[in-house]
């Protein structure tokens, strides 16, 4: 993988393009059937959190600006646990692009295909996302780049669209605190998106006042999430849990105006461009991570190892999507206290344990 | 040639585009068109028959003709269950069955005798039954109903969705979408409205009035007994596609005879059960004519009549016809409920002697505010409404706009608003006779929080909210 950096406007519009698949399409509904509409704060909650791991990263990169993940964890805790560490990143972006295809792969097989789909998606998805992990991080930011607004452009139009179904005040605060936390430690999973950063850390090149730029598309991001989020339990309210993909059901319009066509054209391109991205991003920070923990081998490995792991465990272990969903709310939370939660902590603790006479970098 | 293959060996993504197109290309162009394989289902009417459902699809096929009417047949099929019934309809018509286009649900009277929820569960979450196909119910079978649905478009250059659209827009001012239908059945009321289109003989008689007391049949034919509805094409078939002409006559001979014995014997009851004077004078004379029609409007043809009625659904189930003045009257808290008319008589001042005055809503604001005193709550709705005179009745039988007729005198309002408080009571007395909140009171207590929240739950039987609120009605009349 090519080692050319990228930059901070190419940074945030990676941690917009992260907000996860599955946020978009069922999540919203899996939330509502155990919080109701107060799932709006237990993914309010979980982004305000993924914000803190941000600002970890923050602190982490002004205070090794051009360190490697891998090594700052290998000065500071030694070999054995930076590789321990890496290889839980490593789980957890295989988990996580897993997640994200069979989410998107389903909601594909409702909306457009009903057979034969999977050849289809597997030729067509592959090998593109492959050449952009060989490509490198710059190529896959650059081709965000190029995408970015139209990406934008489609959340916004079907946010808009879903306008025109009306919809009343969700109920809100009908839920117990234990139920809320509960929730969100179950579907912690769905979050987390920006550990990426740790792992690209040093291809990244913020300048002084930079990290502005990072924080503003983030909150672009999660401001589009907690939108859609609001406006899903607006329109659906007691029957969110029947509504399996939220963004396409938001911009579906009722049926008195469909002389004007179906406009779910618009998530669904949306939500394709958006799975491509982040699949490239997933693999990405898999095969980032394998590269340093066996620094002799080289990509071709990484990315061969990733595609023989992804499709056994697609095809052999989870083919079950339920069992795989009832996976990632049983065990996974369990999994993610130790990466999105100690792992940062631990991070946050190296970077704020400052040497004599090493300044911090102002990235803000 | 050997720099060629160098740059082919850079550009790996060329290979990969290669590979694409010779596996794709040829799929895409030999692979036959969709509508060769696929039947495009613009209407669904279910039903249930004996302890079967029946399910009809009004089918779109698309063929290539010199004109540019569309092709529809109405095909049906039976089975234990929908999934059932809907892959018998797929064998009948030789073709897969796209449901995302379904732009109306029709359920047969019948079936709303037991929880359709979890008949149409099948129908919205696996076959993709679009959640905003517009839901409506019928006073026969579905099947009847799709087929009259044709001659809508034949006769008229109308299709069914549009008459609906029209009602929801103008008449029911409130969604009957599957999906407002799904949002009452899962609230904690557990009510909703759902649109209603009367199916009579051309002859004007109902062909299985609901005003006609019928009672004892439980499905859309054979189980009444007199029609020999056991014979029609869809029945032999077993599970197969219908004769359109064969099964219209014999369900209609046998919901009419059906229709004429007990509308025949109770039809003036039953009539002033569900809406009053008319309805029962309407309940025995539909009666009366069906009977005496019974064995011989076999062969007429149906006409799908809108009238403005809802029917009241609680738990899935049919519990009440509500009809176009209870409508109303639940409209005067509906602030997008524009257009409606409010007639007032015996107008007696300096303009008018013994006028009928029609005016129409042009405007209207409402305001709701709940209140709690002496430990009850009070929902008061102050409604402002922009009205114009559109019609004079009496002495001056002609319509004159002319600034003075504009004029609300005093009179004219206190009429207007007694008018509108009858009319808005009626409504409640109906819902609360249902236990059935639609208008949303439970929400609007939840949503308020407090002591609303705490007197909702401490409440002994919840469904009975209605009775347990009490409502100010103020209205305030402008002219537009």
Redesign the interface.
């Known amino acids: 993988m090519k080692d050319l950096k990228i930059s901070a406007r190419q940074t945030g519009m990676i941690c917009v393009m992260l907000i996860f698949a599955n946020a978009f399409l069922t999540l919203p509904s899996l939330l509502h059937s155990e919080v109701g509409a107060d799932g709006f704060f237990v993914v309010a909650g979980l982004m305000f959190f993924d914000l803190l791991v941000l600002g970890t990263f923050f602190l982490l990169k002004a205070r090794f600006p051009d360190d490697k993940f891998y090594d700052i964890l290998k000065d500071h805790l030694g070999k054995i646990l930076a590789k321990i560490i890496l290889a839980l990143f490593m789980i957890f972006f295989l988990f996580k692009s897993l997640l994200a295809y069979s989410v998107v792969l389903l909601f594909l097989k409702?909306q457009v295909y009903q057979d034969q789909f999977e050849l289809?998606a597997i030729?067509?998805i592959f090998?593109?996302i492959c050449?952009g992990v060989f490509c490198g991080i710059r190529t896959i930011s650059r081709t965000i780049e190029l995408f970015f607004y139209i990406v934008v452009a489609g959340l916004v139009v079907c946010i808009g669209i879903s306008f025109t179904n009306g919809g009343?005040?969700p109920?809100l605060?009908?839920t117990q605190i234990q139920s809320f936390l509960s929730s969100s430690f179950k579907h912690a999973f769905s979050f987390g998106d920006y550990l990426l950063l740790f792992i690209i850390m040093d291809k990244i090149e913020i300048k002084k006042g930079q990290g502005r730029k990072i924080l503003s598309f983030a909150l672009v991001g999660i401001t589009l999430m907690l939108l859609l989020l609001i406006r899903f339990y607006s329109i659906?309210?007691?029957?969110a849990f029947?509504?399996t993909n939220a963004i396409v059901d938001i911009s579906?319009?009722?049926?008195?105006f469909?002389g004007i066509g179906r406009l779910d054209i618009i998530a669904m391109i949306t939500v394709m461009m958006m799975t491509y991205f982040q699949l490239e991003l997933f693999i990405y920070g898999f095969c980032s991570s394998f590269l340093d923990i066996f620094p002799k081998l080289n990509n071709i490995h990484a990315v061969v190892l990733y595609i023989i792991t992804f499709f056994v465990l697609y095809y052999g272990l989870l083919s079950q999507y339920d069992f795989f969903i009832d996976s990632t709310e049983n065990y996974f939370p369990y999994f993610m206290i130790v990466v999105n939660f100690l792992v940062p902590l631990t991070v946050a603790i190296i970077a704020l344990t400052k040497k004599k006479g090493k300044e911090y970098e102002k990235i803000f | 040639m050997k720099r060629f293959f160098k740059n082919f060996k850079k550009t790996p993504m060329l290979l990969v585009f290669i590979i694409i197109l010779v596996f794709f290309t040829p799929i895409a162009i030999f692979s036959p068109g969709e509508n060769k394989d696929r039947a495009v289902v613009t209407a669904v009417g279910i039903d249930r028959v004996d302890d079967e459902i029946e399910l009809s699809l009004l089918t779109f096929i698309p063929t290539a003709n010199p004109t540019y009417n569309e092709t529809n047949s109405v095909i049906s099929a039976k089975g234990s269950c929908i999934a059932d019934a809907l892959y018998q309809a797929q064998i009948a018509m030789g073709k897969r069955v796209g449901l995302s286009h379904a732009r109306t649900t029709v359920v047969g009277h019948f079936l709303l005798e037991e929880d359709i929820a979890p008949t149409l569960d099948y129908l919205s979450r696996i076959a993709s039954l679009s959640e905003n196909t517009i839901f409506i119910t019928t006073n026969s079978c579905a099947k009847d109903f799709l087929k009259a649905s044709q001659t809508l478009g034949e006769d008229l250059g109308l299709k069914l969705d549009q008459l609906i659209a029209y009602d929801v827009k103008n008449v029911y001012v409130t969604d009957t979408t599957l999906e407002s239908f799904y949002k009452g059945y899962f609230s904690d009321v557990r009510a909703s409205l759902v649109g209603y289109l009367e199916l009579v003989d051309e002859n004007d008689a109902d062909v299985a009035s609901m005003e006609s007391g019928q009672s004892g049949s439980t499905s859309c034919s054979g189980s009444s007994g007199s029609g020999g509805g056991g014979e029609s094409g869809s029945d032999d078939g077993g599970g197969s596609g219908s004769g359109e002409g064969e099964s219209s006559g014999e369900s209609s001979d046998s919901s009419s005879s059906d229709g004429g014995q007990s509308g025949g014997n109770s039809g003036g009851d039953a009539g002033g059960n569900s809406g009053g004077e008319e309805g029962g004078e309407a309940g025995g004379e539909n009666g009366g004519e069906s009977g005496s029609s019974g064995q011989t409007t076999s062969e007429s043809k149906r006409k799908i009549v809108n009238d403005g009625k809802v029917v009241l659904i609680k738990d899935g189930k049919r519990v009440e016809m509500l009809d176009e003045k209870i409508v109303e009257g639940l409209n005067i808290m509906n602030q997008k409920a524009i257009g409606q008319l409010i007639a007032v008589e015996h107008i007696e001042d300096d303009i008018f002697k013994d006028a009928k005055l029609t005016y129409a809503v042009r405007k209207k604001t409402v305001r709701q505010s709940l209140k709690m005193q002496n430990g009850n709550p009070i929902l008061s709705l102050d409604v402002t409404l922009g009205l114009e005179l559109i019609e004079i009745q009496g002495e001056k039988d002609d319509l004159k706009l002319n600034s003075e007729f504009t004029v609300l005198s005093k009179k004219i309002k206190d009429k207007i608003e007694a008018e509108c408080k009858r009319s808005f009571a009626g409504a409640i007395k109906e819902l609360r006779k249902n236990k059935a909140d639609v208008i949303n009171v439970t929400g609007m207590m939840m949503s308020s929080g407090g002591k609303f929240k705490e007197f909702y739950e401490k409440l002994e039987n919840k469904e009975d909210i209605l009775n347990n609120v009490n409502f100010i009605l103020n209205i305030n009349c402008k002219s537009e």
């Not at chain 1, 659906?236 to 029957?239: A, G, L, N």
């Not at chain 1, 579906?252 to 008195?256: G, W």
Request: aromatic share 8%; net charge neutral.
């Open positions: 409702q289809i030729i067509s090998p593109v050449h009343g005040m109920q605060f009908q659906y309210q007691v029957t029947m509504h579906s319009v009722p049926a008195q469909t």
